[in-house]
């Protein structure tokens, strides 16, 4: 149940962060998508990490190696994916990113037969495949949606790490870590590579703050902060070491069923806001 509780946040942040990338580029024109993607990642968990740097409060003085160099590989894989999965988005709807964002539920348990020398059983294969079948027609995605473009391609690459990072997290040696030491330790390395990557493909140094300083940006910045980012993943990084890897991902599968339902009025809503170009899906 209470990793249920994440797919909210992860839903709505795929229309989000589309609008984001939108009004960033009406603020800074003509930049690389790339720009746009890293840009905006490293604002969302530099704020992250600020927030859970103050509900750490005095938790930072028992902060272990072990706890770090946790954070630090789950940072690295889970800001690869979304890295991948926020440019991508330039390029594909909403609603199919959603949708192929969901591969992992097929990698994982792919990989743990090959690992464990074991076949799923029976009952996890039929429930991966009822996801996979049930995701695709409340995500209203069909055969004629797909196509192998950039924004797909980079979509299915991001879910190589992000099945890399779930089970990455279910190692036994971690299982009495700080979620949120963990967490802080994870935003904290998504941030600074970001803003690496930010900075290299910025047209100019000050296109950094003025594809993020507008009103709305900061406002759907904020909704990503706290709804996207700081509560799925400290209860993500919490709770599902009391369960299997592959119980997790299909789990987190609800996470295309909000989007699918999110972008029938939001982008219509955000785009009377904010005066961008982004059409209700149907």
């Given at each position: 149940m209470w990793l249920l509780l994440t797919t909210p946040g992860w839903g709505l942040s795929f229309p989000v962060?589309?609008?984001?990338?939108?009004?960033?580029?009406?603020?800074?024109?003509?930049?690389?998508?790339?720009?746009?993607?890293?840009?905006?990642?490293?604002?969302?968990?530099?704020?992250?990490?600020?927030?859970?740097?103050i509900l750490c409060g005095r938790q930072l003085k028992f902060f272990t190696g072990s706890e770090a160099r946790q954070g630090a590989v789950l940072?690295?894989?889970?800001?690869g994916g979304m890295l991948l999965q926020y440019d991508g988005l330039s390029y594909t709807s909403a609603s199919v990113s959603a949708f192929l964002t969901q591969f992992y539920v097929v990698l994982i348990p792919l990989f743990l037969a090959l690992w464990e020398r074991r076949a799923p059983s029976p009952r996890l294969l039929m429930a991966v495949a009822l996801v996979v079948m049930g995701v695709a027609l409340l995500a209203d995605v069909g055969l004629r949606d797909l196509r192998l473009g950039r924004g797909e391609a980079e979509t299915l690459l991001s879910t190589v790490f992000f099945a890399a990072q779930i089970l990455y997290l279910q190692k036994p040696e971690f299982r009495d870590h700080n979620a949120l030491r963990v967490t802080l330790a994870m935003f904290a390395t998504i941030a600074v590579v970001m803003a690496i990557i930010a900075i290299y493909h910025a047209p100019q140094t000050r296109d950094l703050l003025t594809a993020m300083q507008t009103l709305p940006v900061l406002q759907l910045l904020a909704f990503l902060i706290v709804a996207s980012t700081v509560l799925p993943f400290v209860i993500m990084n919490a709770w599902q070491k009391h369960v299997g890897a592959s119980e997790a991902s299909l789990i987190y599968s609800t996470e295309p069923v909000v989007t699918g339902l999110a972008v029938l009025a939001l982008p219509g809503w955000m785009s009377a806001m904010w005066g961008i170009e982004y059409s209700n899906e149907s």
């Open positions: 962060v589309k609008a984001i990338a939108l009004l960033q580029a009406q603020a800074v024109p003509g930049a690389s998508s790339w720009f746009y993607a890293a840009n905006s990642l490293a604002a969302r968990f530099a704020g992250a990490s600020l927030l859970v740097l940072g690295i894989l889970a800001g």
